[in-house]
């Protein structure tokens, strides 16, 4: 049994979708979540960049004793993991591994569409990964960067023209391709999953990366003796690296949930 907290950090807030998952999987671990809201979107940015940032997202989480951190972002994932996990004595769980395990399993026809940050796409990190696991498999990626900006700013309901517009010009090319399954790869995404289900139809399957890393990160943890105790509730800090003031308000969207947690700032710049 261990009570120590698990680290989550995400780029800005769309690593929430994440610890939703694991507030539903794992119910009895303490989490630790950061959002580094005044630098999102990594996505745009150098590989280099990428790794400095998480770097310092690692250090401030680590300013707590963690036994495990999930990187609940997919651009940090394809881009830094095993640099993070080589420099680091605990777990660390990214988003792409689980995520194209369950991709492999479900698609049919063997061909996976892939959306993401361009960061995450330009990595190529889950197209190798597929054809490691299934050679035979097609993988189609396409960068969505708006739908990042989009999701932070509360764009996500049908109806709301400027997101459907953009979905369906990011979406409907992948539709072309004949693919059967589509792996949302920035945690962002999930909150588009009616909009992204209305372009792609229902014959696609969406794949979370959030929710395929959370069941990752319970199989870790039961693996290495890690687990919490089961008989109790987990609780949850949330830390962001610019205005607090507006986190309860899209937590609540992004948990789905109403939030009475207030987060703390902090300067990332110091770690």
Known sequence: MDNRPIGVFDSGLGGLTAVRSLRQILPEENLVYFG???RVPYGGRARETILKYARQDVRFLRSFDLKAILIACGTVSTTSLETLQTENDLPIVGVVEPTCRRAVAV????KVGMIATLASVRSSAYETTIHRLSPETEVFSRPCPLFVPLTENG???RGDVVIET???EY???LKVTGVDTLILGCTHYPLLTDIIGDVCGPDVTLVSAGEESAFELKRLLKANGLRADEHQRGEV????????EDFEQIASLFLQ???HHSARRIDIDQY
């Open 36 to 38: 580094d809201t005044a």
């Open 107 to 110: 698609t049919k026809n063997k």
């Open 155 to 157: 764009r996500i309901h």
């Open 166 to 168: 953009v979905a369906r």
């Open 171 to 173: 979406l409907e090319p």
């Open 237 to 244: 800090e949330f830390y962001v690296s610019e205005r607090p």
């Open 257 to 259: 949930e109403n939030m």
